[in-house]
């Protein structure tokens, strides 16, 4: 194991160790504590032309083909770069006929109930293999179960790191630097609470803000394989 992932890994070990017996979760102690070992050991180097990049989807099989334009235009924008792409279990099917991506891994669903501790330590077990990346890039694009998403873009060392930010209205009282789930983000991506826009739209915004270009294919996949354009075309059939 590189000695960099080691050095990352112990000290999430010891982070939650010292924080074992707290009922609550403070971002601001796991910044402060875990950001000087990313640093030291090399994690925030800035994301070159082929990055590593890990890709965090956390809602239904729907969502994630409204989130399909959004994997697409990462993939055009780094056509050399290997690709994770994390997701619940039950998505696990769809994303493994995606095109995009080198590999797929099942992001773990949080318990009901449970204290912080249990997750996290059940992200342990599965870091391992994702430092190993030194993934320079990392996007979660869903709004749902973000927070836990940040997480995992911050845990597994990614350089930077894409997510939206909170909703910007009158009366707002968040700001950057102020210790909250959006500081695991090196890029908040900006919205607007006034506005109704479908989500593959959101996730399209999200790639325009990172690359800084214009997507000109706005267009949604539901990818397939043979077994499925069998069964499509069997129902077709039996329609006539």
Known sequence: MDISVEKVLAAEREFLDRHKSEPDFHIETMIDELEPVFRETGWRQPVGESPAILLI???????????????????KNYPRSFITLMVPDYCMELAGKCPY??????RPEPKEHVPWQEYVADMLKLLPELLEHHY?????????????DKLWLYMAGTSQRVGFGPYFFEGADWKPGAKSWY???TLAVPRDSK????????ALRMVET???????DRTV????????????????????
């Open 210 to 216: 990172l690359t800084g270009k214009a997507v000109t």
């Open 101 to 106: 991506v080198d590999e797929v891994r099942i």
């Open 136 to 148: 320079s890039l990392g996007v979660a694009w869903n709004e749902g179960m973000g927070a836990v």
């Open 183 to 185: 500081d695991m983000l």
């Open 195 to 202: 506005e109704a826009v479908q989500d593959s739209e959101k």
């Open 221 to 240: 996949e539901a990818w397939t394989d043979e077994d499925d354009e069998r069964a499509a075309v069997a129902v077709l059939r039996n329609l006539r």
């Open 57 to 75: 989807h956390s809602e239904a099989n729907g969502d994630l083909v409204m989130s399909s334009g959004l994997i697409r235009e990462i993939r």
